[in-house]
């Protein structure tokens, strides 16, 4: 049983295990701070992707966007906790289901007709 008077059994018995990378602590924090650069740059981009996408709904659909808008806005201003909330979400989510049904109906149908010419 390794006790506080045994240092050199506990210095090494607290590395086992870890990892040796890296030589020193300034090994170490240059890669912390090469990760935390390149989590930067990922982020940074994904942020970038994420403003392209909304600029270019924003320009094809924007009484569909400002409608997405208001409903963030609704729900983030704590809108949810409305009763006339639950209703309103519960029909917009039938409508929602209908639609990706039949959407998703009419693509089978068109994937079925190609089949079919194609054979």
Do not use: C, I, K, W
């Not at 409305?82 to 639609?99: F, K, Y």
């Amino acid at each position: 049983m390794s006790t506080m008077g045994d240092a050199g059994n506990g210095a090494a018995n607290a590395n086992e295990g870890q990892p040796h990378d890296f030589d020193t602590l300034g090994d170490y924090g240059r890669q912390v701070h090469h990760d935390a650069a390149a989590l930067a740059a990922t982020v940074r981009d994904a942020t970038n992707a994420v403003e392209r996408y909304l600029t270019a709904q924003v320009e094809q659909r924007p009484f569909s966007t400002l409608g997405v808008a208001a409903g963030l806005g609704y729900v983030l201003g704590g809108g949810l906790s409305s009763r006339l909330t639950v209703v309103l979400l519960g029909a917009a989510t039938r409508v929602a289901t209908a639609l990706v049904a039949r959407e998703l109906g009419a693509r089978m149908m068109r994937s079925g007709a190609s089949h079919n010419e194609t054979s």
